[in-house]
């Protein structure tokens, strides 16, 4: 009788957990909207990591050098690809992996691998014999949950009121998995002592839900079970002081293969998915970009938009700054708001975004909705994703549908506010606070006239920072990145900017009094999006003396051929 009882709570559990990880939610989607897993899920390309690597929280805008080496070279050792349902094999030292590090860029697919994980397990497909129990914890829910809460309540809160004991699912702890996503989400209580124990009783609520999982991270009281956990490189120092992993591995994004696999997914309709592919092809920084599977969705959507309404696509996509505008303006089209409406809602969502961007929030409680003079029912809800905290009184949660998003949204409002945009760049480039960087490419971007066309008439007018102001601001940039020792990284992210704005005039003149460009190996990790931004920003470089580069593309050193002459030194 014990052993049907536990059967059937555990039948109910998988059934349970199949349900929920069998459809996801576009970004976009509408109230009751859904999408098929398995009709979306695409493979992604993972690979094994021995090592810590930078902590970039935005790299996956420069992964493209290393992501096309590992294409070429798989079987090396520290680039060793690994499949999802191996990551858990048997090591070479014999030991068999409990805890196992899945990192990852924004966007780059973590939450969709491990919800394709839940799915795969609970449809009967993966792991079977490795773990009879495998429990989904998402840290961003976690962090809303500010009641106090056992590990026994945390385990057990997706049954009903008939609950298993925990020492039937604890009997064998080596075959239950905890899956954590987003550890660099996860947030410590002011009170928490990481070196204090919460599990000297399981069952009694000691803490918040965040810290709970925090503590199990780091306690050996379930010493045999096995972990998964996901994280962005920003948060892999911290996970380390938790976590001493048996196996590292990094999410890379698509393939070229996958990307095609994508579209054919997305589109369901593979004349207009290879019409659409064809067309990102010819352009090599967004081509190179949508390996990241976030962007991939964005550019496939803007494009079946534009499919839609005929059977032509139009060259207006660049740069990171036009997908996303394009993005947005197909959204608010979608949704249908007023441009008389979505003008207040564009300043308020900008404000709150730059808020939380500067001090790296990106979950905003209704209060804070209120501050900012929004209402969800007019408009930002195009924008904005809803998730529900605690049990008897529920309370509403708010995030942009992504932090790129986000730093859209705050980039438009720095454009328009000439005080917060000099703030902007003060704090990113002479504090060096990195977190800032793509928020600061938006703001260059927003500056060409066709990245900011599709919201133009969403958007407040008012005495924003002139483009005139910014050159002579990115001038005084380059100069000092020329003086100084150890900018290559700064420069790199002008020059980004640079390619962001689009003006050919503009690049001139900020360029005039640039006399070396040097990116030191291996300190400087060029990309193949990075290369495309280089050249195209030096090439109108008149008094450029030095050119110092590494690893570069056959594509790209054919482009510098016709540059030979201007240059004095070119390594």
């Not at 809160?157 to 609950?163: D, I, M, V």
């Not at 979505?342 to 975004?353: E, K, P």
């Not at 409680?365 to 501050?371: A, I, N, P, W």
């Amino acid at each position: 009788m014990i052993v049907f009882f536990f059967l059937d709570h555990r039948a109910k559990y998988v059934a349970s957990v199949k349900e929920k990880f069998g459809r996801l939610k576009d970004y976009n989607s509408r109230p009751g909207e859904w999408v098929s897993l398995e009709e979306r899920y695409t493979k992604l390309f993972i690979v094994k990591k021995h090592h810590q690597v930078e902590d970039k929280e935005h790299e996956l805008l420069s992964r493209g050098k290393r992501h096309m080496e590992i294409m070429r070279k798989p079987s090396s050792f520290e680039d060793s690809h690994v499949n999802v349902e191996h990551l858990f094999d048997t090591l070479s030292n014999g030991t068999k992996p409990r805890k196992v590090i899945l990192q990852g860029t924004a966007g780059i697919g973590k939450t969709a691998t491990v919800g394709k994980i839940m799915y795969d397990w609970s449809s009967g497909r993966l792991y079977q014999d490795r773990f009879d129990y495998v429990f989904h914890w998402s840290c961003r829910e976690l962090n809303q949950r500010t009641e106090k809460i056992s590990l026994t309540q945390l385990i057990l809160q997706n049954w009903g009121r008939r609950k298993p004991e925990m020492g039937e699912i604890l009997s064998c702890p080596d075959k239950v998995l905890f899956v954590v996503d987003g550890f660099d989400e996860l947030k410590f209580p002011e009170d928490y002592d990481v070196s204090v124990s919460l599990f000297c009783d399981m069952d009694t609520p000691h803490s918040t839900a965040a810290a709970v999982v925090k503590s199990l991270l780091s306690s050996k009281s379930l010493a045999e079970a096995c972990f998964l956990v996901t994280t962005r490189p920003s948060a892999v120092r911290m996970l380390e002081t938790h976590l001493e992993a048996d196996l590292w591995a990094e999410i890379m994004g698509f393939l070229e293969e996958d990307r095609k696999e994508f579209f054919k997914k997305f589109f369901k309709d593979e004349e207009k998915a290879a019409l659409a592919y064809s067309h990102i092809q010819e352009n090599d920084v967004v081509f190179t970009m949508c390996f990241v599977p976030l962007i991939c969705w964005i550019v496939c959507t803007t494009l079946r938009h534009q499919l839609r309404n005929s059977n032509e696509l139009i060259q207006n996509v660049n740069t990171t700054t036009e997908i996303f505008t394009s993005f947005v303006a197909t959204l608010l089209q979608f949704h249908g708001c007023s441009q008389t409406s979505m003008q207040n809602v564009f300043h308020d969502l900008g404000s709150m975004a730059y808020d939380g961007v500067r001090n790296q929030k990106v979950l905003f409680d209704e209060s804070t909705l209120r501050k900012c003079n929004l209402q969800v029912s007019k408009g930002p809800s195009t924008f904005l994703t809803q998730l529900l905290q605690g049990d008897i009184f529920v309370e509403t949660i708010y995030s942009f549908v992504h932090l790129t998003v986000q730093e859209l949204f705050a980039a438009l409002f720095t454009f328009w506010n000439k005080e917060a945009a000099f703030e902007l760049l003060r704090e990113a480039f002479m504090e060096k606070k990195s977190h800032l960087y793509l928020t600061v490419r938006f703001l260059f971007g927003l500056s060409h006239d066709k990245s900011l066309k599709p919201l133009e008439k969403y958007c407040k007018t008012g005495k924003g920072i002139s483009k005139d102001e910014l050159l002579k601001w990115t001038k005084k940039a380059f100069l000092i990145c020329q003086e100084q020792d150890d900018q290559s990284y700064l420069l790199l992210e002008l020059l980004h900017c640079l390619f962001e704005i689009h003006d050919e005039e503009f690049v001139k003149s900020a360029l005039e009094k640039v006399k070396e460009v040097v990116f030191p190996v291996p300190e400087t990790n060029l990309g193949q999006n990075d290369q495309q931004v280089i050249l195209h920003s030096l090439q109108h470089a008149k008094e450029l003396n030095k050119l110092e580069l590494a690893n570069l593309k056959e594509r790209y050193l054919i482009k510098l051929v016709p540059m030979l002459g201007k240059w004095k030194e070119i390594q």
